[in-house]
């Protein structure tokens, strides 16, 4: 059974920093770009970043390039977000999900995660 399991959210101060993990199990997870989405309150669920199947293309939502960072490890079937210079507007359920293929476009995804809430503020 395919399963995504999101780790490290949390209350932070503006400025800060998080790291977001997600651990993946039940899938060839080498074979799936993995993307990371969030969702705010009273907002439609966005795509904040992706990263392809060997991990060598990434892209990310213009509110966050420069900020973020994504990464895979495909041998510990992880991925990664490392949130820095976070703003209140970043406050949002951060989900990753898993799209078979892609080669780093994370456009209809296959598998979901159930979230990891992350709230900025001082």
Request: proline content about 3%; aromatic content about 10%.
């Amino acid at each position: 059974q395919p399963q995504l399991v999101e780790s490290g959210g949390g209350l932070v101060q503006p400025g800060g920093s998080l790291r977001l993990s997600c651990a993946a199990s039940g899938f060839t997870f080498s074979f799936y770009s993995i993307g990371w989405f969030r969702q705010a309150p009273g907002k439609e669920r966005e795509g904040v970043s992706c990263i392809s199947e060997s991990g060598s293309r990434t892209n990310y939502a213009d509110s966050v390039k420069g900020r973020f960072t994504i990464s895979r490890d495909n041998a510990k079937k992880a991925v990664y977000l490392q949130m820095n210079s976070l703003k209140p507007e970043d406050t949002a359920v951060y989900y990753c999900a898993a799209r078979l293929g892609g080669s780093g476009i994370c456009s209809v995804m296959d598998h979901w995660g159930k979230g990891t809430a992350i709230t900025v503020s001082s």
